[in-house]
């Protein structure tokens, strides 16, 4: 990669700040639904007293959410990478 000294000078953000926020943004996907998942299905289970059929199709569901999530944002990721390469 290859970064010019102007480029770097017109830039008011610090260098680091968009990487920060790309871990922000997957680590939230990664979490968040499989935190969802679990609480939800734990409380479905003691509701209906199922345990552990909601608590493991709500996690599987969860993660299944955080993948293509993931898969999403990389490819968004990876086209705002190739587009500042040209």
Do not use: D, H, P, T
């Given at each position: 990669m290859n970064i010019d000294n102007k480029d770097v000078k017109n830039n008011k953000e610090p260098w680091w700040q968009p990487a920060m926020l790309v871990f922000a943004r997957v680590s939230a996907w990664i979490v968040a639904p499989v935190l969802i998942g679990t609480?939800?299905?734990r409380w479905l289970d003691d509701r209906y007293n199922t345990e552990p059929w909601f608590f493991l199709g709500c996690v599987f569901v969860a993660f299944a959410v955080s993948m293509i999530?993931?898969?999403k944002n990389?490819?968004?990721e990876y086209k705002k990478i190739e587009k500042n390469n040209q």
């Open positions: 609480f939800l299905g999530a993931l898969i990389v490819k968004e």
